[in-house]
Antibody, heavy 115, light 107 residues
Framework: QVQLQESGPGLVKPSETLSLTCSVS????????WSWIRQPAGEGLEWIGR???????NYNPSLKSRVIMSVDTSKNQFSLKLTSVTAADTAMYYC?????????WGQGTLVTVSS | DIQMTQSPSSLSASVGDRVTITCQAS??????LNWYQQKPGKAPKLLIY???NLEKGVPSRFSGSGSGTDFTFTISSLQPEDIATYYC?????????FGPGTKVDNK
């Protein structure tokens, strides 16, 4: 079955860059868009952006100046970088395929921004 | 951005009750709306896609309807395992947006 697995540091210092990778198994990332979504504790879901297997990106304007997404089709992975983080970026981060066919979500990874 | 509102923000219901949640979009999104269930510490789980289609494996007590700007999600007979937060999600226009959620708990 299709599985998405987020990985990356669980603790990031303020002003530094948050880096996460989503590894996809059971399906090829080719020909789809892949999204990142985040959720602060006790709050709702915020779509961060998405990337296609060819590298086309769409970012949420609220985060666009700080977001960089990339894709590695050889590893069936895609990645998120969020620069200049603050405590407000502390959240559960999910990778997902939200459109274009069956929907899949990773289990999420908690990232805390703290010194 | 398309703003999504949900009503109510929370509700208390008993097992067997009919539960209805509404979601309104700030502009026409056709039927590009999904409903998710989220339990604490878990990723959202898709229940309804394209406004009214039941995801495979999801019990038939869950249903959705609507198009344009107004949508409804219904649990026909609430079960204990349905205690969760429910979100609507529009994917008609970028940036994708989610409703603020409706928390369903036990009366």
């Amino acid at each position: 079955q299709v599985q998405l697995q987020e990985s990356g540091p669980g603790l990031v210092k303020p002003s530094e860059t948050l880096s996460l990778t989503c590894s996809v198994s059971g399906a090829s990332i080719i020909s789809y868009y892949w999204s990142w979504i985040r959720q602060p504790a006790g709050e709702g879901l915020e779509w961060i952006g998405r990337i296609s297997s060819s590298g086309n990106t769409n970012y949420n304007p609220s985060l666009k100046s700080r977001v960089i997404m990339s894709v590695d089709t050889s590893k069936n992975q895609f990645s998120l970088k969020l620069t200049s983080v603050t405590a407000a970026d502390t959240a559960m981060y999910y990778c997902a395929r939200l459109t274009g066919g069956p929907i899949y979500w990773g289990q999420g990874t908690l990232v805390t921004v703290s010194s | 951005d398309i703003q999504m509102t949900q009503s109510p923000s929370s509700l208390s219901a008993s097992v067997g009750d009919r539960v209805t949640i509404t979601c309104q979009a700030s502009q026409d999104i056709s039927n590009y709306l999904n409903w998710y269930q989220q339990k604490p510490g878990k990723a959202p789980k898709l229940l309804i896609y394209d406004s009214f289609n039941l995801e495979k494996g999801v019990p038939s007590r869950f249903s959705g309807s609507g198009s344009g700007t107004d949508f409804t999600f219904t649990i026909s007979s609430l079960q204990p395992e349905d205690i969760a937060t429910y979100y609507c999600h529009q994917y008609d226009s970028l940036p994708f947006t989610f409703g603020p959620g409706t928390k369903v708990d036990n009366k």
